[in-house]
């Protein structure tokens, strides 16, 4: 495997969350790592606690020119190099089937697949330098059906797919591609979606844990390892790979 140190390395969604646990663990191993998002605070916070090895970049992923400030900070913090991006920024979106919204599913598609695509459209020239890695961040909503969840499951579905047809695609360019399917880990997703309160959430992540086959919900930090071996693991690729405490197994005590 490839080491992660020295590699210059971009994150969507970087303030927060699984993003920020990927931040911290790549520049705890010596990585060159840009993380992007909209909320300036959170950004200053995890640049304050990385340090130099970590650059921040204020954008919205779901706008062209915010993209282009993303990858140039990166190319510019990576002394001209991109060796893996991390599409990890995006909502959570919950909707009934006899309620669909298009106007709703449109946002829900542009926020989760639509600018990750184009984000790793844009990073093909610089990765194919560095014999690179586009790393996308799924969930388990893909193997366990929640109802109200068709649009964010169906966004995810969509970014599993995205990964084999772009694996094929960019193999002979030397690009590897995976997709990591996280289950239940304490975010901020819920929340900045409105769709909780702080306490709500927290009582919903005990009352999922025991569907976990590990008995508890996972950390950001766990999913990061998956990420870590996705962007060095010199002979995967196109792969979706589940962080999820055995979540996917579909335990029954039944």
Known sequence: MKSIAGMSVLITGGGSGIGRDCARRFCERGARVTISGRRMD???????????QCEIVQGDVTIQADREIMLTAALHHGDGN??????NAANMYRQPVDG???DFLKDAFNTNVVSAMMLSSMAVAPLERTEGAIVFIGSTHTRRAFPGASPYATTKAALEGLTK??????????????CILPGA??????????LFTEEEAKDRY????????LGRIGTGTE??????YLVCAEWVTGVALEVD??????????
């Open 42 to 52: 959170k950004l200053e916070a995890v640049k304050a606690e990385l340090g130099a």
């Open 82 to 87: 991109l060796h893996a991006l991390i599409n």
């Open 100 to 102: 669909y919204d298009e």
């Open 165 to 178: 047809v772009m694996a094929a695609e960019l193999g002979p360019r030397k690009i590897r591609t995976g």
């Open 185 to 194: 880990v304490s975010t901020e997703l819920n929340l900045r979606a409105g």
């Open 206 to 213: 005990e009352a999922v844990a025991g569907l976990h086959a």
């Open 223 to 228: 999913v990061a390892e998956g990420v870590e």
């Open 245 to 254: 405490g055995g979540i996917g197994l579909g335990v029954s005590n039944f």
